[in-house]
């Protein structure tokens, strides 16, 4: 049986990939994208051709043979133009030649990477780039921001860059499998990323896998290490453990790798590799912080519904803050239900008072304000919510009206109510000289 590339997937890449298309709609963008590079002329081949040395089978036949053996493993049909690329780092790319109607590969490798890594490692390394290309990984990076006054990473707003980012670890994971499945040699595959990611060779360190995966469980004790060191991809003994994991699975069994053993059934391996991934979250890890983040999310909520009318700016802004200050899924920490959040409040004010500070209860407050603010008034029903877990954080009255006016006096009210009615008017009058006016004329013909 041949590979099944869905199948050997990580479920969380699928997952993040769909909702990138369905929510933000990106595939629309991603073909504006290339349209508009095929009419630059700018490709991938001219950055090849102008950046590094095109090899030859007979120039360098070791790294077409080890191509070509990688294409026999993966089951491909295509050829290949190999570059090699001047750069101290190890690394590969493989990205699909759009001339023409053979599946031709444009392969890079860096120099180093060509004279570090033996043949084994080296099919690792080439399989995982054509992983990423297999995926489509490699079209999603044209969402990356090349506007240099941006200061977001990427096109997409904060919460889908945030998808984005999350999204990329996840990636690695699938393409780490394709290099498994091209290599067949766990260890092979190992090495080869301890390589890539440090640049270390045999010289300086005896890969002992046991020890990497030992860290993992260390990692466990203390999460926030992996969101302070790690942004783009998961730390290095997490891919490691994830791999080793698929190694000894069902899934890498039918796919052609060589697993022996009790093999891991798909649920249990994509549930462990869940747990992994889920390590490299950003989330509040200190016990405060995380009472600090739910007080926010528990009043906030209270807030959307004290005077009766939630607005989608109050909304926004409760999910907009919960994210820049806490976590990378904010809808997660809302609650609906009004009788839990008045037991819920209770019981996390209560912990804020007694192991906070004063900083931490005025930055409650002050985040509630915002997020009265939002609709564009500040309402009786909203300024007493506020003042009422003032008093629950034992903050006095006075202090809390300040905060109140230093919140207006930063943010401002946040929505003009006169321009969202004029919109509201302009829509409803659109939508209505739409529904009558004949269909316009076709255009000219061509």
């Known amino acids: ?92 790319f493989a990205a699909r030649d759009m001339r023409g109607t053979e599946t031709t590969y444009l392969v890079g490798v860096t120099a180093r990477a060509l004279e570090q890594l033996d043949d084994a490692e080296l099919r690792s390394i080439l399989g995982h780039e054509v992983g990423h290309f297999l995926y489509g990984n490699n079209r999603l990076n044209a969402l990356i921001s090349m506007d240099q006054g941006n200061p977001s990473a990427t096109v997409l707003p904060a919460l889908g860059e945030s998808l984005f980012l999350r999204w990329r670890k996840k990636a690695e994971i699938s393409a780490d499998r394709a290099g498994l499945l091209a290599s067949g040699d766990f260890g092979a595959s190992a090495r080869s990323l301890l390589k890539a990611t440090f640049g270390l060779s045999e010289k300086n360190l005896n ?11 260390e990692i466990k004790g203390k999460p926030e290490l992996v969101e302070e060191a790690f942004a783009s991809h998961p730390l290095l003994p997490i891919r490691l453990k994830a791999l080793e994991l698929f190694s000894t699975s069902e899934k890498a069994s039918r796919n052609g790798f060589p697993a022996s053993g009790p093999l891991l059934t798909d649920d249990a391996l994509e549930g462990q590799v869940d747990d992994l991934i889920r390590l490299t979250r950003r989330y509040p890890h200190d016990p405060l912080h995380e009472d600090l983040m739910r007080l926010v999310a528990l009043g906030g909520a209270l807030l959307l519904s004290a005077d009766g009318d939630v607005s989608d700016d109050e909304v926004k802004i409760l999910v907009r803050i919960l994210h820049q ?10 609650v609906t239900d009004r009788q839990e959040i008045q037991t819920r409040l209770a019981e996390v004010t209560k912990r804020v008072r007694e192991k906070g500070d004063d900083g931490d209860a005025r930055f409650v407050l002050s985040r509630l304000a915002e997020v009265a603010l939002a609709d564009g008034a500040l309402l009786d029903s909203e300024g007493t919510v506020i003042l009422e877990i003032a008093e629950m954080l034992g903050v006095p009255s006075k202090t809390a009206y300040g905060i109140l006016v230093g919140a207006a006096q930063a943010f401002g009210f946040r929505a003009d109510v006169k321009l969202n009615r004029i919109a509201e008017q302009l829509r409803r009058n659109l939508q209505t000289g739409f529904k009558h006016d004949p269909a316009p004329p076709p255009g000219p013909a061509r």
């Not at 199948?7 to 349209?35: I, K, P």
């Not at 950046?51 to 080890?66: V, Y």
């Not at 200050?325 to 809302?334: A, G, K, L, R, S």
């Open 1 to 92: 049986m041949g590979i099944n590339w869905q199948d050997v997937r990580y479920r969380g890449d699928v997952r993040d990939v769909e909702e990138m298309f369905e929510t933000y709609r990106v595939g629309d963008y991603l073909e504006t994208f290339e349209e508009n590079a095929r009419q630059r002329d700018e490709g991938i081949r001219g950055q090849l051709l102008r950046d590094g040395i095109r090899l030859t089978a007979k120039l360098s036949p070791r790294i077409f043979s080890l191509f070509y053996q990688v294409c026999e493993r993966l089951e491909l049909k295509a050829t290949a133009d190999v570059f090699c690329l001047s750069s101290p780092e190890i690394n590969a």
């Open 207 to 217: 890969l002992d896998v046991g020890s990497l995966l030992a860290q993992v469980e």
């Open 325 to 334: 200050y806490f976590t990378d899924e904010p809808e997660q920490e809302i």
